[in-house]
């Protein structure tokens, strides 16, 4: 159980282009979600916290124009990096906390989008 | 502001025992948890400490000492497979209960 998968799993696109990620929570719900980004041999980077229903929560230094976020049900949130640049490459990783409200986060596959 | 300090390599033969320390200084602290992240793939969640002490999961065992800041991730019995990077994460409370990563460790399992 709780098992979060992401689409797509890669993605390479042109400068200026938006890029959608989704995130899926599959056998449970999840109020609330979380995006990471993560360069390599680094350490996960929270960008923000989805909330189903309402906005999302941005991390300090985080660009909420830039980086979309839509918790539009239960079991999907969307991250859209509009108008990309080459430094927005990067690991894209989202996750939901458990069923039942326990502490454990569990973690899509990651995304990794190149910008060319 | 927050930190969370770990090694950033560690090299063990196949069988040891290693050891991964972590300390923290973050704004809030509700637990302590440690995750596995092998080269291009997802974290895996491992174990998670709330209270001071010992708590063991299989070869994995993680400890938790919340008056120093501390805790530490141990792995028994180590296996090739065991080769990844290892996060410890505080859990900070609030607004769906955020995780602060730790700078993570890189654990090389040599034959």
């Known amino acids: 159980g709780a098992v979060v998968s992401q689409h797509p799993s890669w993605v390479i696109c042109k400068s200026g282009t938006s890029v959608k990620i989704e995130c899926r929570s599959l056998d449970f719900q999840a109020t609330t979600m979380f995006w990471y980004r993560q360069f390599p041999k680094q350490s996960l980077m929270l960008m923000a916290t989805?909330?189903?229903?309402?906005?999302?929560?941005?991390e300090q230094g985080v660009e909420k124009d830039k980086f979309l976020i839509n918790h539009a049900s239960l079991t999907l949130s969307t991250l859209t990096v509009t108008s990309a640049h080459p430094e927005d490459s990067s690991f894209y990783i989202c996750?939901?906390?458990?069923?039942?409200?326990?502490?454990?986060?569990?973690f899509g596959p990651g995304t990794r989008l190149t910008v060319l | 502001g927050q930190s969370l300090e770990q090694p950033s390599e560690v090299t063990a033969v196949e069988g040891a025992i290693v050891q991964i320390n972590c300390t923290y200084q973050t704004s809030g602290f509700y637990g302590l948890s440690w995750y596995q992240q092998h080269d291009g793939g997802a974290p895996t969640f491992l174990s998670y400490?709330?209270?001071?002490g010992l708590e063991e999961t299989g070869r994995f065992s993680s400890f938790l000492s919340r008056s120093d800041s501390y805790g530490y991730l141990l792995l028994q019995e180590l296996q090739m497979k065991d080769s990844a990077s290892y996060f410890c994460a505080v859990s900070r409370g609030g607004g769906g209960n955020k995780l602060t990563f730790g700078t993570g460790t890189q654990l090389k399992v040599e034959l």
């Open positions: 989805s909330n189903e229903g309402s906005k999302a929560t941005y």
């Open positions: 996750s939901a906390r458990g069923p039942g409200g326990t502490d454990t986060q569990y």
């Open positions: 400490n709330a209270l001071d």
